[in-house]
């Protein structure tokens, strides 16, 4: 019988593992594409001592249960070899038949990614809290904060791809943004709503400037010619009659003869339509009874945002945030964190009622019946989900106080 190998503290060590003359532990695996690979720790069990002047780290055998972890659970070790901007251009390829302006957009966040020493990272590698401090420097570098929204509005998919492609286990980008970096946008108006109404109805109602009312030329001026080519098109087309075209109403509200009867804005038409093809849908009662028990649940815990309300349109990232809520709630039979499933669709900071029961039952009868949908009905159903709940309101957190 051969004599067990022995550390230089009389411990057994176990197969693979050794220890060096210099004092060092090290393990020899075989990972799962068949490559022997190396770990090393200067202690060998959690407990050890930390030799004077060395790095604390985890424990040899620390690291072989993780190691163990990942072979049982088929993750791609060493993060397949993958950087940040290599994963990312990976990402971007399955990205065909965009329009112009999001390939730029896209084009931008890779060659930001090319220049920083974060997107030469191994990807596996990438920690949460590195991924926090890349977008911090970012905005320290002068990056505004709608730059580093689109920023990360393109690595945190490619982290979640790696992740369903087993290469990583967690998405370090999983964060509200807004808890990380600061919120220096300013929406640029030349002026509001209320005072272009306010402006044209003077315009309309004075007996001097009235003559000049029909040559002002307004968004709203855009709207309406924009609605008059689209009916000329449908009359030109002749495959039906213009009364039969089924946004028909949308399209006279756009072409309303006074402008402040129009639509206040193209983001209240893209509103309308979504709203029009909701109601236009084939859906069952069943259909309807699914649908509303869930939201219901999520609009009845929400109780405020922080800031202003953004969201994730993403059906993909959408469905993947609540798998993972299940997931979490595996043994439950109700959600235990109602932010779980909240932040599958809002992406800023809010404020909830914990005290809203979701039981399980109902996120996964919803997941399982979301997932069942075409893509075009995917969207409908995320937009309306997302209208529901826009309206709920908006009490910024108090100033800390300096003392």
Not at 39 to 63: A, F, H, M, N, Q
Request: with cysteine; charged share 30%; glycine share 4%.
């Amino acid at each position: 019988m051969s004599e067990k190998r022995r550390d230089n503290r009389n411990r057994i060590l176990r197969n693979g593992e050794s220890q060096r003359k210099d004092g060092r532990y090290a393990f020899k695996y075989i990972d799962a594409t068949g490559k022997p690979q190396f770990v090393y720790s200067w202690k060998l069990e959690k407990t050890d001592k930390l030799p004077t002047g060395k790095r604390d780290d985890l424990s040899l055998r620390e690291k072989e249960k993780l190691i163990q972890k990942d072979i049982d659970d088929q993750i791609v070790p060493r993060g397949g070899e993958m950087t940040v901007e290599e994963l990312v251009r990976k990402y971007l390829m399955q990205k065909t038949g965009v329009r112009h302006n999001t390939e730029a957009n896209y084009n931008f966040v890779l060659n930001i990614i090319k220049k920083e020493e974060f997107g030469k990272r191994r990807i596996d590698k990438v920690k949460q809290s590195d991924a926090k401090c890349w977008l911090i420097k970012l905005q320290q570098d002068g990056r505004g904060y709608s730059s580093i929204h689109s920023i990360r509005g393109v690595v945190r998919p490619a982290f979640q791809m790696a992740v369903d492609d087993d290469l990583i286990r967690k998405n370090p980008f999983e964060f509200q943004l807004a808890t990380v970096v600061v919120n220096d946008s300013v929406t640029r108006e030349a002026i509001t709503r209320k005072q272009e109404r306010a402006f044209l109805e003077f315009v309309a109602s004075d007996k001097h400037f009235c003559k000049y009312y029909d040559g002002i030329y307004t968004s709203l001026t855009d709207m309406f010619y924009l609605a008059e080519l689209f009916g000329r098109l449908i009359d030109n087309a002749g495959s039906c009659d213009r009364t039969d075209f089924s946004y028909n109403d949308i399209l006279n509200k756009m072409m309303e003869k006074k402008p402040e009867n129009r639509f206040e804005s193209f983001a209240a038409i893209r509103e309308a339509i979504g709203k029009h093809d909701f109601l236009h849908m084939q859906i069952s009662d069943e259909d309807r009874e699914i649908y509303q028990e869930f939201t219901n649940l999520i609009y009845k815990s929400l109780t405020s945002y922080m800031s202003e309300p953004r969201f994730n349109t993403d059906c993909a990232i959408f469905i993947s945030r609540l798998e993972k809520a299940l997931t979490t709630n595996l043994f439950e039979t109700i959600i235990q964190k109602n932010a779980d499933v909240i932040s599958s669709v809002v992406d800023c900071g809010y404020r909830y009622n914990n005290g809203v029961n979701i039981p399980n039952e109902t996120v996964g009868k919803f997941l399982d019946w979301f997932r069942a949908a075409t893509p075009q009905s995917q969207a409908l159903v995320l937009n309306n989900f997302i209208a529901k709940i826009s309206d709920i309101k908006v009490v910024e957190p108090e100033p800390e106080l300096p003392f």
